[in-house]
Structure formats: C-alpha cells, structure tokens
C-alpha cells in the first residue's frame, strides 16, 4: 500500500482529493494547522491519519522537513507551498527519500498570453506576487528534478471552484447569466483582451490531467503541466 502524506489537505482540494486517494487504496496521512474541518464532508475521512502541525512555525524553527520525512510517506503531495524557501526545505529533507512529490502550482506563473492556447512550453511572464514565488518554486524543482532527480512533478491549475463558490467566467467575472448564454449556444461579447482573464474550464474545455495519471515513475518526473486545456 502507498502512503500518500498530503500537506494541507482539508482545503478546497484536499476536500475531494483524500476522499479519493483513500478510494484508489492508498494508507493517506494529512498534515494540517487544526484549524479547520475538512472542506467537503465523506465518509472516506475516517480511514485517514491526521497529523496537526503548523507549517510557518516549524519551518522557521527548521523542523517542519523531518517531520514530513519521519512519517515515511512513498507520496508527497504539496498544496500549501507558497516560497522557494519553504520548498528547498522539504526537498533537503526528502531527497533519496519518496518515490514521487507533487507540487500544486499556478496558471500565474505565465502571466499575459502572447497567443493562446498557452502551453506547458510558453515562455513565463509571471503575474503578481503570487505568481513570482510560484514560478520561483517551479524553477527550483524542476532544477532539482533534472540535476538531482528529485521526482518532482508540478501541477498549474487556474480558477478553482466547486460546490458554494461562483465560477470566475470567460469574461472574468462572476455574472452566472454568461454561463446561461453558452449553455443556449449564444455569443457572449467580452472585453479585449478577455482571453487573457479566461482561467476557468469553460464548457469546451476539459480537463489534461487526471489523478489516475498522477502515478509514480521517472517518466513523470521533471514534469509542469497545465490542468486544463482545449480537447484535442
């Protein structure tokens, strides 16, 4: 059985993401501040060991590393890594020690498009503050990944949302009747240059990963990707 250690997993993601790794058969650890319950209720939480740690303190005190590593984990999967700081500390710490890390990126780290649809290979522009570290990070992973063979793998997903929450629009914002007027098969005249605001997965969008590919293997390894793209 693989043990998945899932940092930050009672979030919007987490809330659907543990549910299925305990589904897939996977022994599931979950690190988190305490400070809240999971975003999404399942039966599936109760397979699943919870381990109350805050992430800010411990990294600062330069033990938050070998607490992840001391649970043994065969997958690490990162949803709260906003610093290259704070991701060289748990690579040092995980080196030689999982068969595969995952990193939850962004879309901002692109920035602007030049031309769309934008690739995993478009040159970065990132947006933002947020964008920058993100991109920061992904730089050093990838880097580690290549010179170290790190088993890194990045995801970059755009707008997330879910039950509760109203979807950000191909014309970026959140006007429901948008969606009502594509459903009918109606235009819908939006802002130049809208498609740069567009990060949602709209009705003629899916998605290019799934978790069933998140699987471990040196060919996944090194890898960024997009999480949702135009069908081919």
């Keep these: 059985m693989t043990h998945v250690v899932v940092l930050g997993g009672t979030g919007h993601i987490g809330g659907y993401l543990v549910p299925r790794l305990v ?11 305490g400070k809240a319950t999971p975003y999404r209720q399942d039966g599936a939480w ?25 649970l043994e984990p065969d997958v690490v999967i990162d949803l709260i890594c906003f610093t290259a ?7 040092e710490a995980l080196a030689g020690r999982v068969q595969h890390f995952l990193h939850c990126g962004t879309i901002w780290i692109h920035g602007p498009s ?16 947020y964008g920058v570290r993100k991109a920061e990070i992904e730089a050093y992973l990838l880097d580690q990944a290549r010179r170290h063979g790190f088993p890194a793998t990045l995801l970059h997903p755009g707008h ?5 929450w109203v979807p950000i629009n191909p014309a970026g914002n959140l006007d ?26 709209t009705p003629t969008t899916s998605p290019s990963r799934s978790p069933r590919r998140w699987r471990t293997g040196r060919s996944r390894w090194g890898r960024a990707s997009t999480s949702c793209r135009p069908p081919r």
């Design 176 to 201: 429901l009747d948008v969606y009502r007027r594509l459903a009918g098969g109606e235009e819908v005249a939006l802002p130049n240059p809208a498609w740069r605001r567009c990060t949602t997965c």
């Design 23 to 33: 589904a897939a058969g996977h022994e599931v650890t979950v690190l988190t501040r």
């Design 114 to 129: 030049v031309a769309v649809p934008t690739t995993e290979d478009a040159p970065r522009r990132p947006f933002g503050d």
């Design 85 to 91: 700081a704070s991701a060289r500390h748990l690579v």
């Design 160 to 164: 997330i949302s879910g039950p509760g």
């Design 46 to 70: 109760s397979a699943v060991t919870t381990v109350v740690a805050d992430r800010a303190e411990e990294e600062a005190a330069g033990t938050f590393g070998a607490r992840v590593r001391d």
